[in-house]
């Protein structure tokens, strides 16, 4: 059964970090794309970041880059998001989640298929 | 970057009744486009991938068509179990990104 179980959440001041973990099993973890995504209260799911199956390639939206890093331990079957300098608007839950690769008509398609249950980050002094 | 909007924000419609999600994109995305289900306190949960593909598992209320820059979500006839938020997400420039800003759905 796959499974994906953040930690690592908390309360936070302004500008202070955190660190995030997404404990995986029941696949094998290097064989796939990663990503965090979060939702701020009362707000829709916004895409933070993805990290490629050997972390040589990493994406992030615009709001984080430059203080946000994402990265994985294939050995421990773990990824990571590292926050720095957060800000009153990075509250959110943060789910980690899957990607899952198919080709369908000849394209290749991405979409999350398995997702954690989350881990709520709050920024506030 | 490409932005996506979803219509209506929310909704409010009759058990057996049928109910369309739109979203359309900034910029052509071909159907790199995949529709998301997000009940509270749950996990979100995959129901179209590539604009019409049906995830494994998923009821065949549910369906999706478009590409290019407009897509559409039906869910057929529209049941209790499906009081949720839905998104769509694309998956055009890198694996997987944008979500629209989503669609409240509730029974009348």
């Known amino acids: 059964e796959v499974q994906l179980v953040e930690s690592g959440g908390g309360l936070v001041q302004p500008g202070g970090s955190l660190r995030l973990s997404c404990a995986a099993s029941g696949f094998p973890f290097s064989n796939y794309w990663m990503s965090w995504v979060r939702q701020a209260p009362g707000k829709g799911l916004e895409w933070v970041a993805n990290i490629k199956q050997d972390g040589s390639a990493t994406y992030y939206v615009d709001s984080v880059k430059g203080r946000f890093s994402i990265s994985r331990d294939n050995a421990k079957n773990s990824l990571f998001l590292q926050m720095l300098s957060l800000r009153a608007e990075d509250t959110a839950v943060y789910f980690c989640a899957r990607v899952t690769t198919t080709v369908v008509r000849t394209l290749l398609i991405y979409y999350f298929d398995y997702w954690g249950q989350g881990s709520l980050v709050t920024v506030s002094s | 970057d490409i932005q996506m909007t979803q219509s209506p924000s929310s909704l409010s419609a009759s058990i057996g009744d049928r109910v369309t999600i739109t979203c359309r994109a900034s910029q052509t995305i071909s159907r790199y486009l995949n529709w998301y289900q997000h009940k509270p306190g749950r996990a979100p949960k995959v129901l179209i991938y590539?604009?019409?593909s049906l995830q494994s598992g998923v009821s065949s209320r549910f369906s999706g068509s478009g590409s290019g820059t407009n897509f559409t979500l039906t869910i057929s006839s529209l049941q209790a179990e499906d009081v949720a938020s839905y998104y769509c997400?694309?998956?055009?420039?890198?694996?997987?990104?944008?979500f629209g800003q989503g669609t409240k759905v509730e029974i009348k």
């Open positions: 997400q694309e998956g055009y420039i890198n694996p997987p990104g944008t």
């Open positions: 590539a604009a019409s």
